[in-house]
Nanobody
């Protein structure tokens, strides 16, 4: 059973950067599509970005050009580099394995 552990969340000022990490257990990481989702207070869960095992990526329009998803298959880890953060990026960020496993979530708060 795949387990996902996120890290890297925190409090950051608008315009600054933050990097989230998601470490995955289990085998076959290199062929699995991985994603980052987020849920802001009072809003629905939304896709932020995802990346296939071959490295193809897609992003939501709200983060395109500011966020970068990447993966290190040797470390079974997927990253989300967030730059030029905005107040509206405040949310709980979840790592998702498209085989069906979710991480526990990590809070990102953008505030001055």
């Amino acid at each position: 059973q795949v387990q996902l552990v996120e890290s890297g969340g925190g409090l950051v000022q608008p315009g600054r950067s933050l990097r989230l990490s998601c470490a995955a257990s289990g085998t076959g990481f290199n062929i699995r599509t991985m994603g980052w989702y987020r849920q802001a207070p009072g809003k629905e869960l939304e896709l932020v970005a995802d990346i296939t095992g071959l490295g193809s990526t897609r992003y939501s329009d709200s983060v395109k050009g500011r966020f970068t998803i990447s993966r290190d298959n040797a470390k079974n880890t997927v990253y989300l580099q967030m730059s030029s953060l905005k107040l509206e990026d405040t949310a709980v960020y979840y790592c998702y394995d498209y085989g069906g496993a979710w991480g526990q979530g990590t809070q990102v708060t953008v505030s001055s």
